[in-house]
């Protein structure tokens, strides 16, 4: 590593907590003069500052990301209001990049008639030009993915290459500039009701993925809801969280005293193998019809195998899952092992059981079950992740590696509109 990529990652690292690849590093300094960070390094609350950490990171989502996740919300906002008619529902997005999270919260809250002065959209970036995009409420052709758009026509007006957001959306949100690991910054906002919280931890080391995840839980309600990213699950668990029952990205605050291998989700992104749920409430499933989370629109990242896959035993993931989310992980890795005699290339079937492992605290195994993931698919975009957040826990090099297949994975698929 050369002087100036250690001092800029140093510099980073302590103004913001953020730990980036020496991919995006040597990006920057390829853009900057390398001298120039060396010897007069930014200041924090600068122009300049600014600039650096809006190299470093590059906010990349779209409209109703991950359609389920915003299904599971409306869901527990509806519970909520249900069981406190008097109070509002406060909800926060962090980060929320350009605002896509916060104004598609927005809508379906707005589709399914829920008014603003019933809920409050917080959302909080560290990027100052990224809150500046989502005050303007503009965006691009790039910020909405899938065959059907017919929400893009209700909700946003063209405007030349752009669409306008509807001030009907405004109402519910509002916007601000701030750092998760800041200590002066978001003591004062504790106490939401719905935390959004996805595609964050991967961007720290250890530590800033422990002190992150404390402040997210410092920010909750004790009874609230963190919306996490699928393969984050676990680090947020190991750090107060555990599995809520009706999703692995939904998690609530865990009780202090419960170990660590008891509180961590382990089920993996599977669509086409969910154990089937309760329906949506009637005013849920209206918005799913109406084409506020289509079916034709992206879910979230998963395998893109390299062949046919392997046909499953019909019950031996959702039994696996089952046993998971119970915590009884003998018994989910026994289920996963069963798929696996059955379906040895399953990429999906192999993902799950390093989740399984890794949350027995059986690493090593995790490792190797991951790694077999990959070469089955190697742009399962979760194990990437996994194993990323893994080797950077047991603090080797091989982390950094992974981190990079994964953020060239996100990219790719980020800048190509499905």
Known sequence: MSHATATLRKLLHARTGLAPSDADLERVLRERAPGALAEHAPQPGTPAFEDLVDQVVVPESWMLRDPAVFAEALRFVQARLAARPAAQVRILSLPCAGGEEPYSMALVLAQAGIPAARCRIDGIDLSQAAIARARAGRFTRNAFRGADLAFRARWFTPCGDEYQVDEALRAYVGFSQGNLLDADVLPARA???????????????????????????????????????????????????????????????????????????????????RTPRPALPPAAAAVVRAAVLPASLPASPTAVPTAAPAPLPPDALAQAREHADAGR??????????????????????????????????????????????????????????????????????????????????????????
Not at 226 to 253: D, I, M, N, T, V
Not at 352 to 378: F, I, N, T
Request: charged share 20%; aromatic share 8%; net charge neutral.
């Open 191 to 273: 106490g939401y009701d719905l935390v959004f919280c996805r595609n964050l931890l991967i961007y720290f080391d250890d530590a800033g993925r422990t002190r992150a995840a404390q402040a997210i839980r410092a920010l909750l309600a004790d009874d609230g809801l963190l919306l996490s990213g699928y393969a984050e699950a676990p680090s947020f668990c190991r750090h107060g969280f555990a599995p809520a029952p009706q999703a692995c990205f939904a998690l609530r605050k865990q009780a202090p005293g419960v170990p660590a291998h008891a509180r961590t989700p382990v089920r993996a992104p599977l669509p086409e193998l």
């Open 329 to 418: 992980l003998p018994e989910a890795e026994a289920a996963c092992r069963t798929l696996l005699a059955a379906a040895p290339d399953s990429a999906d079937a192999w993902f799950l059981l390093g989740m399984v492992e890794d949350c027995g605290g059986k690493p090593q195994a995790a490792d190797a079950s991951w790694r077999r993931c990959v070469y089955l698919a190697p742009e399962h975009y979760e194990a990437l992740c996994s194993l990323a957040l893994l080797h950077e826990r047991l603090g080797d090099a091989a982390g950094a590696g992974f981190r990079q297949r994964a953020a060239r994975i996100f990219a790719r698929r980020g800048s190509t509109p499905a």
